[in-house]
Nanobody, 120 residues
Framework: QVQLVESGGGLVQAGGSLRLSCAASGNIFSINTMGWYRQAPGKQRELVARISSGGITNYADSVKGRFTISRDNAKNTVYLQMKSLKPEDTAGYYC??????????????WGQGTQVTVSS
């Protein structure tokens, strides 16, 4: 079993910043891709950013230049630094981690979500 613990969401004014964290623990042999997705009310979940085990990053066009994803492999933790936040960034943010487990197949895990609300 693998657990993901997210933190860092909250309420911020437009133009402000937040940093999200997601720490993975449990039956982990290695971690492949780590990423962040978001889902606003009435909308589908969408990719925000992801980072490979080798550090290659991908971003949604809507967040390029404002958000930065990073990871600490020693801590099995992924971060999302969000700057210049806009009201349209308001959503539940979900951590996603692809884990190679000890003695078990590779599996895709989701965090419980953390709410980010940006006021205008």
């Amino acid at each position: 079993q693998v657990q993901l613990v997210e933190s860092g969401g909250g309420l911020v004014q437009a133009g402000g910043s937040l940093r999200l964290s997601c720490a993975a623990s449990g039956n982990i042999f290695s971690i492949n891709t780590m990423g962040w997705y978001r889902q606003a009310p009435g909308k589908q979940r969408e990719l925000v950013a992801r980072i490979s085990s080798g550090g290659i990053t991908n971003y949604a066009d809507s967040v390029k230049g404002r958000f930065t994803i990073s990871r600490d492999n020693a801590k099995n933790t992924v971060y999302l630094q969000m700057k210049s936040l806009k009201p349209e960034d308001t959503a539940g943010y979900y951590c996603n981690v692809v884990v190679l487990r000890v003695g078990a197949p590779i599996y895709n895990y989701w965090g419980q979500g953390t709410q980010v609300t940006v006021s205008s």
